[in-house]
């Protein structure tokens, strides 16, 4: 539709009016300059996101079969129903999917745009089955699920690949992982917000991040986790709560109020409460961040673990 | 948090149509709070509420358990008046809350995080008398699927549940009515109840994916009618009454179990734009417009339109702020749902559980009927959104429009341009459009008003969408 056969509307349009800060009635001193108007605007305001949501990465060895189809957080039920909850939970932006094809087999690739790495990283470690990851060229993380799903994380973009006819192989599942990741922007790196998880007794592997409603308490938001070793009180989980463009870790942390208690502890200041069946779950705000530890039986091993997570920081071995 | 205000005689009056205006515009209002007040909400005055506490502000009875079973339809099961969703969800140690306060209905399915829902909620009721929980899964099918994929996915289903036994096995979005009938899912179905790895089989549905397709009412109600399916689970709340009261009667008149999902639609809100002093959430969304290639003037701009339109709602509710203080989204959210429980043909209400704070919010609603004033909010707040929502899922006025303009999809942009601040991206798909759009509407006189059933002035709103889609 060209724009201009946009300018001449009947005058009897009730949208032609200053309502909600509409442009103005048409006018016929107006006439001659709406359209150029319209170009400017058009110009202007080029729709980059609709632009991007149109396109689809080219990858390389499989040919498009069906037509782009794009999803936002309102709509994405649309194309997968309820779990669309998990993704606005985790913020996503925007949902491209097509299927493409090559030797019999005909996948739907699904590219999930998170918003942020952290996200992506996230949602990826929600998803991600148990089968372990696969090294794929480009990518962040891959995982294959034989013969049927094949999954890849790579910047902002979490990725799924559904097999809907014919079965991949490792070989054929790999290769196109790989294509995926060479067709997608942004960093093979790991979110750089990981760096503020302390690594001494970390368990490798067994990161995370929640965006929301981190040990079941919604007040516990933007918590980058993983489990820790802490002889001879046994595993916890520890936590990081990390800065977002939404809040800061601080303004998190301001946040445990209503069935919180003060915590006594040497550093900064710390907040603890019991969680059903979990036992306490302490925070700590200290100049290095703010910081948390899980699943405590008592106030003395919740303050030893917020002591392993915290000294470490202070001394900075982790950053 | 603020105190309820004494309610006076004026507030206990029948609601009029201006007060379910005042009402509902200051929900609309939302943060553009006055401090003190609030809604009339259920107090100790109203019968079957909880004494000296209001059930939507708290403070909350965190030692409430469910009062109130309903039989799940020719199931035989007593479900809980509320339901578990399991879509976001992580904890097990949540799932096992909810069970423990009387939560006996579970629903998940194997695209709920990819398989993760079903491991938490197995995780949390391993231990538990497998009589004392309805649990179900889902699966979307597709025309591609065998009897061996159906099968190999039900199995997948079991192990990340580890459960012998699923109670309910749903049908997950069909694409039509004619997908009901899918010869694999059924003849799968019947087998896995031969084998006493199923009870009973169930439909679930949002809406159709596509202007074109089939309303939730149509397809749930053939569902009902097509007599293979025991159970429903699809949208019910006050703002889509109409389709969802079809469906109940449907269901009851097959005796087919049902269940409700998104039972608390969204909330409005209003925050003043001060380019100097943003938001947290006005300076968020700035920085995501301008991440893709917008100026700062000009997200700012967006941000200021939806700001005047949100304020113009503001202004006309004003009065009744002042005199009752505001609501929060909380409060509309229980009140919402409890709307939903208290009817006594939705045998339960589904919530995603993601914390134990809502849990101990929802669960005191069990059993509790809605105070008069309580009520009066929710259908309230609903008549005013009546003629002013277009309601996914609906396509009633399809029909009546001689030319094809696709109503909910020009609605739908319109929605992202006002409400989600993507212009460009609405603007743009407006364009690209294939089917005729808002033009096709001047001048003709083909009866679309008189088609929907919420009373929308579709004809005017899709004026209004089209000037916003435009820029005219």
């Known amino acids: 539709m060209a724009r201009s056969e946009l300018v001449h509307l009947p005058s009897r349009n009730p949208a032609f009016t200053l309502r909600d800060g509409c442009a103005p009635p048409l006018r016929s001193d107006l006439a001659v300059l709406a359209p150029l108007l319209f170009l400017t605007l058009a110009l202007t305001l080029r729709p980059d996101t609709a632009v991007r949501a149109q396109e689809f990465p080219g990858i390389t060895g499989w040919e498009p079969v069906t037509e ?46 998170m918003s942020s790495r952290l996200n992506a990283w996230g949602i990826f470690l929600r998803e991600r089955p148990d089968e372990p990851a696969i090294p794929v060229a480009g990518a962040t993380a891959a995982v294959l699920s034989l013969p049927w799903q094949g999954l890849l994380l790579k910047g902002t ?70 489990r820790y070793h802490l002889p001879p009180g046994g595993d916890f989980t520890g936590f990081v709560v990390v800065d977002t463009p939404e809040a800061t870790g601080d303004e998190v942390f301001a946040g445990l109020d209503e069935g919180w208690e003060d915590l006594p502890f040497p550093v900064g200041t710390a907040r603890v409460r019991e969680i059903p069946y979990q036992g306490l779950v302490g925070v700590v705000r200290t100049p290095d961040g703010v910081f948390g530890a899980a699943e405590a039986p008592d106030r003395a091993a919740l303050t030893a673990r917020l002591e392993l997570l915290t000294g470490r920081s202070r001394a900075g071995d982790y950053r | 948090m603020s105190q309820r205000k004494p309610m006076t005689d004026a507030s206990r009056e029948p609601i009029s149509r201006r007060r379910f205006v005042q009402t509902g515009g200051a929900a609309l209002a939302g943060s553009a709070a006055l401090a003190g007040g609030a809604f009339p909400l259920p107090t100790a005055a109203d019968p079957g509420s909880s004494a000296g506490a209001s059930l939507y502000r708290g403070p909350f009875d965190r030692t409430a358990q469910v009062k109130a079973w309903k039989t799940l339809g020719r199931t035989g099961f007593e479900a809980s008046d509320v339901g578990m969703g399991s879509v976001p969800l992580r904890d097990a140690a949540v799932v096992r809350y909810a ?112 202007p074109q397709g089939t309303s939730m009412a149509d397809l749930c109600c053939a569902a009902a009618e097509d007599g293979r399916f025991d159970l429903m689970l699809f949208v019910y709340s006050f703002m889509n009454r109409e389709e969802g009261d079809r469906i109940l009667a ?34 968020r969304n700035v920085e995501r417009l301008t991440s893709r290639g917008r100026s700062r003037e000009q997200a700012i701009q967006s941000l200021r339109q939806q700001a005047d339109r949100q304020r113009e709602g503001y202004e006309q509710t004003r009065p009744f702020i002042e005199r009752y203080g505001v609501s929060s989204e909380e409060e509309l959210r229980l009140a919402s749902i409890h709307w939903v429980m208290q009817n006594p043909l939705m045998q339960s209400a589904c919530v995603s559980f993601t914390d134990f704070d809502l849990v101990d919010k929802v669960v005191p609603l069990s059993g509790e009927p809605m105070g008069t004033e309580g009520r009066a909010l929710v259908d309230g707040y609903g008549r005013l959104l009546d003629d002013q929502y277009c309601r996914h899922g609906c396509n009633a006025c399809s029909a009546a429009c001689p030319a094809g303009v696709p109503v909910s999809t020009i609605m739908r942009y319109a929605y992202y341009f006002e409400s989600q601040g993507l212009e460009r991206m609405a603007m743009q798909k407006y364009t690209a459009l294939t089917e005729p759009d808002v033009r096709a509407c001047f001048g003709c006189e083909a009866p679309c008003n008189e088609a929907c059933p919420y009373g929308l002035d579709v004809q005017s709103q899709l004026v209004h969408a089209h000037a916003r889609l435009t820029l005219e």
């Open chain 1, 68 to 113: 782009v189809r794009t999803y936002f957080a309102d709509n994405l039920w649309e194309y997968i129903n309820g779990a669309a909850e998990l993704f606005v939970s985790y913020d996503v932006l925007e949902c491209r999917t097509r299927d493409v094809a090559a030797d019999g087999i005909v996948v739907t690739v699904e590219l999930y745009d």
């Open chain 2, 250 to 283: 449907a269901c009851r008149e097959r005796n087919v179990g049902t269940t409700a999902m998104k039972t608390s639609p969204g909330t409005f809100r209003y925050d003043p734009v001060d380019p100097e002093n943003l938001t947290e959430e006005q300076q």
């Open chain 2, 99 to 210: 069970f423990d306060k009387g939560v006996n209905y579970f629903d998940t399915a194997e695209g709920y995080g990819n398989g993760t829902a079903e491991r938490v909620i197995g995780e949390a009721l391993k231990d538990v008398d497998r009589q004392k929980f309805f649990l179900t899964t889902k699966i979307g099918v597709s025309g591609r699927d065998t009897e061996e994929t159906i099968r190999n996915r039900f199995r997948s289903c079991q192990e990340r549940l580890g459960l012998d036994m699923i109670d309910a096995f749903y049908m997950h979005g069909p694409s039509s009515v004619e997908a009901l009938g899918n010869p694999a899912f059924h003849t799968v179905c019947d087998q896995l109840k031969s084998e006493g790895r199923l009870r009973f089989v169930g439909l679930s549905y949002h809406g159709p994916r596509g």
């Open chain 1, 157 to 226: 973009y979490y990725v799924k690949l559904n097999v809907v006819e014919g079965e991949l192989t490792g070989t054929s599942g790999t290769a196109l992982l790989t294509a995926v990741a060479a067709a997608l922007p942004g960093s093979p790196e790991l979110p750089p917000e990981l760096a503020a998880l302390p690594s001494t007794a970390r368990e490798s592997g067994s990161e995370g991040y929640q965006r929301v409603g981190f040990a079941g308490r919604p007040e516990l938001r933007q918590c980058l986790f993983a």
